[in-house]
């Protein structure tokens, strides 16, 4: 099982490596999806199989469906190497602060609380204790929709002008 | 096996915010947020499983998933009226979105 963890990992790792730092960005989307292919193999050894389907039918799917819908919309045109700050002083920044933050998380051993109340199950915590949330993810829906039309208004009404115009 | 899922957790939100800090195309902007994101979730099952409250953590990473979803969504949008009006992905350039 270790073994496993290790090569879950180590993959996860390079992957979202290669997705941040390759040129092209059609290829960004398909390590983004690799990603999360290796996320939800994560989740679904740390224990929680249903929201490893989930995080693969959402992530790995959906997201990178309109990626590439996004990417052939815009055209899959070549990062360019300005940035705002210098690499080094990223690669330092996120090096220093982040490497501080695993070696606390690390060394001072994570907590095992075991909770006294028995654990509610998750349709019910889901759908009767956590009902604000439900709302708030309606509403994040509803402005999802709303971007999703925007996503595709502009390509839709541009092949309309094309067909009047022929 | 909870230490390399901490170096898991750690990597990716490192590489998602030096992505972040360096880029300057927004869809790779989106791409970075996405990283981070997959760091914060792992985060949160690991600690439903820790202090054994898996279905609580379990709701919240849902909730997650969804916030994260639509911000691509929006993003992706954003990028596509970008690209059409200033004629580069350059986030620099989305103050022009507004004249």
């Given at each position: 099982m270790p073994l496993v963890y290790f090569l879950v990992v180590a993959a996860l790792i390079y992957s979202a490596h290669k997705a941040t730092r390759v040129k092209g960005l059609l290829n960004a989307a398909l390590w983004l999806a690799g990603t999360s292919c290796l996320t939800s193999i994560l989740v679904y050894i740390l224990g929680s199989p249903g929201l490893a389907v989930i995080e693969l039918s959402v992530g790995a799917g959906l997201v990178t469906v309109l990626f590439v819908f996004a990417i052939s919309i815009i055209g899959d045109e070549k990062i360019t190497s300005?940035?705002?700050?210098?690499h080094w002083l990223a690669i330092s920044i996120s090096v220093v602060s982040f490497g501080m933050l695993a070696y606390l998380l690390i060394a001072q051993h994570m907590p095992s609380v075991q909770s006294e109340t028995t654990s509610p199950i998750f349709s019910d915590l889901f759908w009767e204790g956590r009902k604000i949330d439900i709302y708030l993810q309606g509403a994040l829906f509803i402005s999802g929709i709303l971007g999703i039309l925007l996503l595709i208004a502009p390509a839709v009404s541009k092949r309309i002008k094309e067909g009047k115009n022929k | 096996m909870n230490t390399l899922v901490i170096i898991a957790i750690v990597s990716l939100i490192a590489i998602g915010f030096y992505c972040l800090i360096i880029t300057r195309n927004i869809l790779k902007i989106i791409v970075a947020l996405q990283v981070l994101v997959k760091g914060a979730m792992i985060a949160m099952i690991l600690a439903g499983k820790l202090t054994d409250q898996m279905e609580l953590a379990q709701s919240m990473a849902i909730t997650i998933i969804v916030a994260d979803t639509i911000v691509a969504v929006i993003g992706l949008a954003m990028s596509i009226q970008l690209r059409e009006k200033t004629g580069t992905c350059d986030i620099h350039s989305i103050s022009k979105l507004k004249r």
């Open positions: 300005d940035v705002f700050v210098p | -």
